[in-house]
């Protein structure tokens, strides 16, 4: 599907198009919340759209938190009755893929935090033990796991360069599987200030390695996919809404999504049109079908 | 299009003896060339020495970060080889006088790097800070708030043993200043180490940090023209009386193509003939640049043409 016109869209158009949809998509950073603070009017356009009898799931590339925390989150935030059922973290799905479509015979090998292991576990799939630093161990001599048959790199604020030479002596196997939680470069916090992401961390295990990694996170399809082997989703039916046109924008293009974005995260209605206006097939896939200043721009046509 | 070399040609004796007449300083790289590791290559130091009784200047020209000019002299020395620290031009010294010179650095450096770049730094009167191990601690909250020196005007990245995500946040944090420069020593992927191990090299630590800041480095090493600049402004070179000697397509001879040196593979490293003469096939303006003048099997077969 080529990248959509970047419409404001108003009054009739949005009863319209919530009309001819059944299934909601939402990021969460910049779209329903930011940081600790629900964006206003976010959680009655939730609740609204499932009286409407629309299902709404929660598509985010944020992997620090296993599912359990995002239910209490939600809940801290005003948002009533979000299941774990409806909540589709990177962590999570990357779980799902090593389980469900890798069918991982093996442990695997992780920089993460303790959200990306903790859903590991409730997925039973096992993953390598950090030995604590050993007298003599060094960035030159580490032990190695012959169990081990899958990488996975997510961010991890204990990242060191013993993990990344680890993780680099695992893939010199090309049988050893090679993923990543998402591609974000950083992730911003509050007050216009960032730090790191996982895709930063991926972007250094890849040069090491000499090889790319199978990508679990927006804009892959591979969320999509984990969700719709669940609920069973038709892509001309369902609506994406994120804040960053390279992610959201872009995994709902991907995955034949119509696509709006929100004006209450990290991209700019300026940026949306300068997707729009590239001459290169792959940024236009970047560019929204719609725009919205927030989410609370719904609530008029669904509190009709 | 740059009109195509002749064919990758094997260095004979009677060409070592043309080659050696038509320059008067010859460029070492180190690793795979005149050693592995702590290791010799076999004849090398016979070669580097015998050039000089021949009067030709000899120089050592390498992306390695770790080592002072001081410590590879002490190297060189130990392994036989006649040299002096002068003569030697690592990433770690070349990144201090590009710093100073180049970008002509008024304040502090955020240095994630080794003890051996913090001294080449401080030689040169610049300041650096961040060196050695630097652990999380606190929260998310905590690290985009970690306190800045406002007298950083760079951030510098070459090898760091102790590179941790903490490390990488601080160079965000000072990176999202546009006016705060970003100086890499080099991109090599793998690092040599004594023992014949290799481990991840700093273009792997270079990434993580051009990544997050959304921002391209500019680099110091080869194939970058500095590293020859340096050892040229120094001693007055002319490049076209000069050899380049590496045992790397990508970095040794593509500095040769770049500064218009005369270039010789050694085999004793990481290139092959057969990348060579794909390079040379190629119709890639690009892979042009890294096909050598000639090759040679281990630098210790020039020693006939010298004692002749």
């Known amino acids: ?304 | 299009m740059a009109a195509s070399k002749c064919n990758v040609t094997r260095l004979t004796e009677a060409l070592s003896r043309q080659l050696l007449d038509s320059v008067d300083s010859v460029l070492f790289d180190c690793d795979g060339v005149i050693w592995r590791g702590d290791q010799a290559i076999p004849g090398a130091s016979e070669v580097i020495n015998s050039l000089k009784k021949n009067g030709k200047r000899v120089f050592f020209v390498t992306n390695n970060s770790t080592k002072t000019r001081q410590m590879y002299a002490d190297k060189l020395g130990k392994l036989g080889f006649d040299a002096s620290a002068d003569e030697v031009f690592g990433t770690a010294y070349c990144s201090a006088v590009y710093l100073k010179n180049v970008c002509k650095l008024d304040g502090k450096v955020y240095l994630i790097g080794s003890n051996a770049m913090r001294q080449e730094l401080e030689d040169v009167g610049i300041r650096p800070v961040g060196v050695g191990p630097d652990p999380i601690s606190g929260g998310q909250k905590d690290w985009a708030n970690v306190p800045l020196d406002n007298e950083v005007r760079a951030v510098l990245v070459g090898f760091d043993e102790h590179f941790s995500y903490m490390k990488l946040n601080r160079a965000l944090q000072y990176l999202c200043n546009p006016d705060c420069q970003f100086v890499g020593t080099n991109t090599d992927t793998r690092l040599p180490l004594e023992g014949g191990k290799a481990v991840p090299g700093t273009g792997c630590l270079l990434k993580a940090v051009e990544t997050a800041a959304q921002r391209q480095a500019q680099v110091v090493g080869k194939p970058s023209s500095f590293m020859f600049e340096c050892v040229a402004s120094q001693f007055g070179l002319d490049p076209e009386r000069c050899l380049m000697v590496g045992d790397r397509l990508d970095t040794d001879i593509m500095l040769g193509s770049n500064c218009g040196l005369k270039t010789l593979l050694t085999l004793t490293g990481v290139s092959t003939v057969a990348e060579a003469e794909a390079n040379q096939k190629s119709e890639c303006p690009q892979r042009q640049k890294m096909v050598p003048d000639y090759y040679i099997e281990s630098i210790a077969d020039i020693l006939p043409a010298l004692q002749a």
Request: charged content about 25%; aromatic content about 8%.
């Open chain 1, 1 to 304: 599907m080529a990248g959509g016109g970047c419409v404001t869209l108003r009054g009739a158009q949005i009863r319209d198009l919530l009309d001819s949809k059944h299934d909601v998509l939402f990021d969460c950073d910049g779209v329903i919340w930011n940081g600790e603070t629900a964006v206003t009017g976010a959680p009655e356009v939730v609740s609204l759209l499932k009286q409407r009898g629309k299902r709404v799931f929660f598509v985010t590339n944020n992997c620090t938190r296993p599912r359990e925390n995002y239910v209490q989150k939600f809940s801290r935030l005003g948002f009533a009755d979000v299941a774990e059922e409806e909540i589709f973290s990177s962590a999570y799905c990357s779980a799902a893929y090593l389980r469900d479509v890798a069918r991982l015979q093996g442990k695997v090998y992780v920089i993460g935090c303790g959200g990306v292991m903790r859903e590991l576990r409730d997925a039973g799939v096992p993953v390598a033990e950090e030995e604590d630093a050993e007298p003599g161990a060094s960035i030159y001599t580490c032990p190695l796991d012959p169990d081990v048959k899958a990488v996975l790199v997510g961010y991890d604020e204990n990242f060191t360069f013993m993990k990344l030479a680890k993780a680099c002596c695992y893939l010199r196997s090309p049988e050893c599987l090679f993923l990543a939680t998402d591609p974000d470069p950083w992730h911003p916090l509050t007050g216009g200030r960032v730090t790191p992401g996982s895709g930063s961390l991926t972007a250094a295990l890849e040069t090491a390695s000499s090889r790319k990694a199978t990508v679990i996170g927006k804009p892959s399809r591979f969320m999509f996919e984990c969700i719709s082997s669940q609920f069973g989703l038709d892509p001309a039916r369902s609506l994406m809404i994120g804040d960053r046109l390279e992610t959201d924008v872009l995994f709902g293009s991907n995955c034949g999504l119509t696509t709006v974005l929100t004006l209450t995260g990290v991209s700019t209605l300026q940026e949306a049109l300068a997707y729009r206006d590239s001459q290169e097939p792959q940024q236009k896939h970047c560019a929204p079908d719609y725009v919205m200043e927030s989410v609370a721009d719904f609530l008029q046509a669904l509190e009709e």
